[in-house]
């Protein structure tokens, strides 16, 4: 595995899906934040948990890129279409599996099942993270896409 | 005094919660009318002030007729309303949660909320709930989801509104939930509504942190109010005034909003209808006074901080308002799907006022950076050079025509009052250079200021009338000439100035109010009524003159004329003493807190410990 290569765009990678996720908050798109998420995890302080979260994302980040340079390995080679296709696959696990695990894991996130408890205030994304937006799918799905295109365009298969 | 709530309220029935970045507008019938979040100019999310049909409210009201009593409790911006009915008495507590940064470090809180809660006190009593927004000035309808425990939501835009309840709701039909719960003597229920924006919502709690959030608010609001030094006799009325100061201060950035409100009438069904959720200039040396004077230095100085950085933008000209975060651009518009309050019409947010020239503001904001730094501010390079930049401008443009102070927009004119003032910038700039705050030649400064004196004694003053005139050359007279010896142009005790004030009196007097310039003569249709802070100038000059009685008996007068919770509006209505106007009014409140601090000062009970007194002292005779 290439793991400078993918140290470097797995780095731009998770810069531009959490550039493109905070425009579409700018612009009203949606309101699914997965640094403040992630963040809040650890602290009420809103500011600090703005900072932790971004750190925790950015390391995530890093990691499923490392997953995405083993399938490219597995596969022989990279291809923007290939990653652009990962990342698809990425965004859907992410809305369809992960998020609806996150008021169960999260301490600070209210739970739909059980309503408030009164350490929980932090709206759950619901299905699909509709909560936080119609267009929470679309953004989420579109920035994952553009994730996996740039690792996928960008990544230099070792050994080849 | 318990009383029927009238239908529709009248812009007295209100009374303002808020948490020094937004306010909301509630009336006697636990109505809550008029919200902008996440600050004071954002779009509506509830206008039924402007248009009861399809503003948008989110109504807590006895089902049946009751009679209603209101105050804040104690020193504090919770507000509380007791319906009293045939079988019972509820109360009902208004608030937007309050506590300190550190409290909000704590715990995850809604960054906007609105906590309604409902006490039940005597037998039982049926209450109505009513929520229906309309978001954007009411332009959108949205869906309200029902979430079920995770509360009502509503989303436009990538805003959401929660509303949550421990009282059975539903929703009636897309844009709006209904509900009606009978509470018992010692029964407590809560509403609360949050806003979110950008982000994940945090979402409101009920029951015990709640309460918890009432207890906060209520400790902030008492803490914050205990820090008032004024002890005189009219501590309550100075306090209010102190509190709803801070209600429209914004503290993101430092700025003190004009008004919570837009196009409240200031003659009801008329054209006279403004948009005030905006930061005047004007305003600024009297609010400053105000609040160093009351012993609120770190608002004062926050209220500088903004000043000063505002002014940077548009330097070295001086624009009239700025919004709370110093955009200078606010073009206005008309909504002409609001009927507007009692058919006042046309609604209009932004205000074009902001494109208008008014050179008494350098007076205003160079004799507040003056009181700042006599209050041991410090004035840093860049300020002296903004300063001294201002003071240039002066001398190029003293001698144009202006909108003057009341923004009439019928024509510029040579305003007495915008050259005074012109006169003031350069004096302050002279002192602060005397007093070692600034460095610089300041020669041709000097040289300004004496010809705009010779200028004002010469044209701004009627010989045959013996008083100080509205326009130079002009024959009438203006309540803001009163001003012309609080900011030190003349002796209060001056006869010219003693002759002024009685004529100000004898023409613009009615029933113990004042007008700001003579009915009428602004162009616009008549029915504007009396002037708030023109009627307490003219207690503070009559304080300054000696007569600290005839001043005391005026201002109790006046005082009369708050509403049932001491708030005032811009206006009165000289025959019904109907607040007119946008409602509660800053500049309405710094004039009473001026006309007590004053009248406190002159009684000799008081010593003010500000330039002002020093620069009055030397107040020249004509």
């Known amino acids: ?160 | 005094m318990s009383r029927l709530p009238t239908h529709p309220p009248g812009i007295g029935d209100y009374a303002i919660i808020g948490d020094c970045r937004s306010a909301a507008l509630v009336s006697g019938d636990g109505s809550l009318d008029w919200l902008c979040w996440p600050r004071f100019d954002s779009p509506s999310l509830f206008a039924a002030l402007l248009d009861p049909d399809v503003g948008g409210h989110f109504a807590v009201r006895p089902a049946a007729p009751c009679r209603t009593t209101r105050r804040y409790v104690g020193d504090t911006n919770v507000l509380e309303t007791t319906f009293r009915g045939a079988d019972g008495v509820v109360r009902l507590i208004d608030l937007m949660p309050v506590s300190s940064e550190e409290d909000k470090h704590q715990a995850l809180v809604p960054d906007h909320e609105i906590l309604r809660a409902i006490e039940g006190v005597e037998g039982t009593v049926e209450l109505d709930i009513r929520y229906e927004p309309r978001p954007d000035y009411a332009r959108r309808r949205p869906r309200v989801r029902d979430r079920g425990a995770l509360g009502f939501c509503t989303e436009h835009g990538g805003q959401v509104l929660i509303l949550r309840g421990d009282v059975p709701l539903r929703v009636v039909e897309s844009g709006a939930v209904h509900g009606r719960v009978t509470v018992r003597a010692g029964e407590r229920r809560f509403l609360s509504l949050v806003f979110g924006e950008g982000e994940p919502a945090v979402l409101p709690l009920l029951g015990e942190e709640a309460e918890r959030k009432i207890r906060r608010s209520l400790e902030w609001w008492e803490a914050w109010a205990a820090r008032c030094q004024y002890a005189g006799p009219y501590r309550e009325s100075v306090i209010r005034s102190a509190l709803t100061l801070k209600l429209l201060s914004y503290a993101p950035s430092g700025a003190v909003v004009a008004a919570p409100t837009t196009s409240l009438p200031e003659h009801p069904g008329g054209v006279r209808n403004w948009d005030y959720r905006y930061c005047w200039l004007r305003d600024a040396s009297l609010t400053l006074q105000a609040l160093f004077d009351l012993g609120y230095a770190e608002e004062a100085e926050a209220f500088m901080s903004w000043l000063l950085h505002t002014t940077r933008i548009t330097r070295p000209e001086l624009q009239v308002l700025y919004t709370v975060f110093g955009e200078a651009e606010l073009p206005e518009r008309e909504l002409p799907h609001l009927a507007g309050f009692a058919g006042s019409r046309p609604v209009r947010v932004g205000n074009d006022a902001h494109g208008q020239l008014q050179l008494d503001i350098y007076g205003e904001v160079m004799d507040a950076a003056y009181e700042f730094a006599n209050r041991g501010g410090t004035i840093d390079r860049v300020t002296a050079g903004l300063l001294t930049g201002f003071g240039h401008a002066v001398c190029r443009r003293w001698q144009e025509p202006d909108e003057g102070i009341w923004e009439i927009r019928g024509g510029r004119r040579h305003h007495t009052y915008s050259k005074v003032m012109c006169w003031v910038a350069l004096d302050r700039l002279i002192r602060l250079h005397e007093e070692a705050h600034l460095r610089g030649d300041v020669a041709a400064f000097r040289a300004v200021r004496d010809r705009i004196r010779r200028e004002v004694g010469q044209r701004g003053y009627d010989d045959e009338a013996g008083t100080f005139v509205s326009v130079l050359d002009g024959h009438d007279v203006d309540a803001v000439l009163l001003l012309l010896a609080r900011y030190g142009f003349v002796d209060p005790s001056d006869p010219a100035m003693l002759r002024t004030c009685e004529r100000i009196e004898r023409d613009l007097g009615v029933r113990g109010l004042l007008y700001r310039y003579p009915p009428a003569s602004d162009g616009l249709p008549p029915g504007e009524g009396a002037f708030g802070i023109c009627s307490f100038w003219w207690v503070a000059t009559r304080a300054a003159q000696g007569d600290v009685e005839g001043a005391m008996r005026a201002f109790d007068h006046l005082l009369g004329f708050g509403n049932d919770v001491g708030l005032f509006a811009e206006e009165i209505a000289p025959d019904s003493g109907a607040p007119l106007g946008n409602f509660p009014q800053a500049f309405t409140h710094v004039g009473l807190i001026d006309a007590a601090l004053t009248l406190e000062h002159a009684s000799g009970t008081r010593k003010r410990r500000s330039g002002t007194e020093r620069i009055q002292q030397t107040g020249v005779h004509l």
């Not at chain 1, 971004?54 to 291809?79: D, E, P, R």
């Not at chain 1, 008021?103 to 759950?124: Q, Y």
């Open chain 1, 1 to 160: 595995m290439n793991l400078p290569n993918i140290a470097l765009w797995g780095f731009v990678a998770t810069m531009v899906l959490t550039t493109l996720m905070a425009g579409a908050q700018g612009l009203g798109l949606s309101r699914v934040s997965i640094p403040f998420i992630l963040g809040t995890m650890v602290t009420p302080h809103r500011a600090r948990a703005g900072l932790v979260g971004f750190v925790v994302h950015l390391a995530n980040g890093w990691i499923f890129a490392l997953l995405y340079a083993a399938l490219f390995q597995s596969v022989g080679h990279a291809t923007w279409w290939m990653g652009a296709a990962f990342g698809t696959l990425h965004g859907l696990v992410v809305l369809i599996a992960l998020l609806p695990l996150l008021p169960g894991l999260h301490p600070r996130m209210a739970s739909e099942r059980r309503g408030p408890e009164p350490t929980r205030a932090l709206e759950p994304p619901g299905f699909l993270g509709l909560n936080y937006g119609r267009r929470t799918p679309l953004v989420t799905v579109f920035a994952h896409i553009v994730y996996g295109a740039i690792l996928g365009g960008f990544y230099r298969v070792a050994g080849v």
